[in-house]
């Protein structure tokens, strides 16, 4: 059974950086296809960044680009974002998810994953 807990949420203010990281058990990795959502109170579920384990692609969102980086850490099963210059726009709850068909790897909506965690949440005071 595949279990994803994120961590490392927290307050912040303006330009701010925080790290997030998730790690994943029971996930064999035979896609390697992880990614990160946030979903803001009122608003849809929108994907942040994702990644391809086995290429090492990286896939973001045009509103994170440059702020945001995605990366793993193999060894311990752990993905990590990394956020800088955080901004109140960015306050969300965010979670971590991991898809089973790598046909979809990089994919940056959310009806592509079929796993994910119970979120952790992001507050950026102005």
């Known amino acids: 059974q595949v279990q994803l807990v994120e961590s490392g949420g927290g307050s912040v203010q303006a330009g701010g950086s925080l790290r997030l990281s998730c790690s994943a058990s029971g996930y064999t990795y035979t896609t390697g296809c992880m990614g990160w959502f946030r979903q803001a109170p009122g608003k849809e579920r929108e994907g942040v960044a994702a990644v391809d384990r086995g290429s090492g692609s990286t896939y973001y969102a045009d509103t994170v680009k440059g702020r945001f980086t995605i990366s793993q850490d193999n060894a311990k099963n752990t993905l990590y974002l990394q956020m800088i210059n955080l901004q109140p726009e960015d306050t969300a709850m965010y979670y971590c998810?991991?898809?089973?068909?790598?046909?979809?790897?990089?994919?940056?909506?959310?009806?592509?994953?079929?796993?994910w965690g119970q979120g952790t949440q992001v507050t950026v005071s102005s």
């Open positions: 998810a991991a898809l089973s068909d790598s046909t979809w790897c990089g994919s940056l909506f959310s009806y592509d994953y079929d796993y």
